[in-house]
């Protein structure tokens, strides 16, 4: 197996393991006793902990080894596991969701990306980068739509042989341990090819401070404004998770929870198969002209959604929005790493990802209040993260159509 697909494979199977995290630890939590501000504090500590290893990780895997990095993380990643199958003790959650890769969500921002985003950058070609991408995000949805329902399935199983609910709870937990040991096993089976040389090793008399922060990158300041960008694209999401979607559905036209079930496991599906096609819309119209003109219009249609005055209506719309709106996924991802030189583009991956990290943590401090009375009926969630977005898609085409790659 190519160097390419051990890294989309192992990206899967972590995706499934977090699928399946996701469904279970506030509920398993929750019956250990613990409060829903206590869960919420371990959530925000987990994606503090992930921003924080994504900042120095990001930076440093390439002195100390792309695939060494890997392999430390998994190795972290299974004590994740274990440690929540033994202990339901805040204090000890708190410190592992900080130091360990916890996926509290189905959509990973632990410090694994910034190193397999720049590896597939570094070993495919220029016309091949769109493609990986591509099949590289789409595994990673499958995947975790795996994970969740394997969850369900275990806790389903557990019911009907009437075993107690942290049974089915641990053995999810054992589950994406194994599956981290998975990865530490594949990653230790990449080739040389997936590392670069750096140069001349550090100074030993600098500071902490110096070896964790790197050189300012030659691309630096295209890639803090694609960043800054990208926050805001991240900003708007942060307003339309699926949650507050379906709670927007179920207000606004009385939806219940079939058809709700129905409507995204259908848009969830377009959404990861509309990866597929990326490629070759950014083979034959260019990068930055699919990761603009294809979201531009899904955030109009976003916009439509919420003022059509009929569910079928609004969910058709919502729907063709779905599968227009990640087409600038991995185009996103194939076009950062195009604009760096190879030794920058781990730092970069980083940098970017950091700045939807930041972007997405914003965001959901304006649901609260746009989930009160008429604000929700009119569908402000909607207008406002599509306006937002549009905005994203305009500031990036003014900023960057004349960039050359």
Known sequence: MSDTYKIILMRSLRQFAYGGLAVTLAVALTAHGLSPEEIGGLVTTSLAGDFCGSVIIGYRADIWGRRRTILGLAAIMMAVGIILSVTSSYIILVITAFLGTMGTGTSETAPFLPIEQAILGHITENKQRTGIFAR????????????????????????????????????????YAALAAGVLLIASTLSPAVEIVCGQAPPQNQTIWQRLTPPMPKSHKNIITLSALFSIDAFGGALIGQTLL??????????????????????????????????????????????????????????????????PIAALLFLLRQSLSQLDVPTRQAYTMAMTDPEERTAASSVTLLGRSAGSALGPLLTGALTQGPLMIIGAPLLLAGGIKIVYDLLLWRVFAKVKI
């Open 136 to 175: 590289y995000n789409f595994a990673a949805s499958i995947a975790t739509a795996l994970g969740s329902g394997y969850a369900a399935l275990v806790a389903s199983v557990a019911k009907l042989a009437r075993l107690p609910f942290f049974t089915a709870a641990d053995f999810i937990f054992i589950n």
């Open 246 to 311: 379906a709670l927007f559905f179920h207000i606004r036209f009385h939806a219940d929870l079939s058809e709700l079930g129905l409507l995204f496991l259908i848009a969830n599906m377009l959404a990861a198969l509309s990866m597929l096609y990326a490629e070759f819309l950014a083979k034959k119209f260019g990068l930055l002209q699919t990761m603009v003109f294809t979201h531009l219009p899904s955030n109009v249609i976003l916009i439509c959604a919420a003022v059509v005055p009929i569910f």
